[in-house]
């Protein structure tokens, strides 16, 4: 569950919550120091949307060409072994 989170929902939502951030900074700067505070309805949100996705493209990219084994590796599955799972594995031969 970590990892999906880490993989998708956060790369794709960082745009969004650095500019939520930086918004609510602005509105109580504007509080004490006066001007004019941001409209987040008219905010740049197809710009966040598409950051955000290809942060999670770039995220997602960079975990595949990352992991992965030889094409000769060989797979051991999951095991149970003296009270414990041993989980699987590429091995290389």
């Known amino acids: 569950m970590v990892r999906v989170f880490l993989t998708y929902a956060l790369p794709f939502l960082l745009p969004l919550s650095v500019y939520l951030a930086w918004a609510w900074y602005r509105m109580g700067y504007v509080k004490r120091h006066g001007g004019e505070a941001p409209e ?41 072994e003296d009270g414990r799972v041993i989980p699987g594995q590429l091995e290389e031969k």
């Open 40 to 80: 987040i309805e008219k905010g740049p949100w197809p710009l966040l949307l598409l950051l955000g996705a290809i942060l999670s493209l770039g995220v997602m990219a960079t975990t595949a060409l990352m992991r992965g084994a030889y094409p000769d590796a060989e797979y051991t599955p999951p095991r149970y």
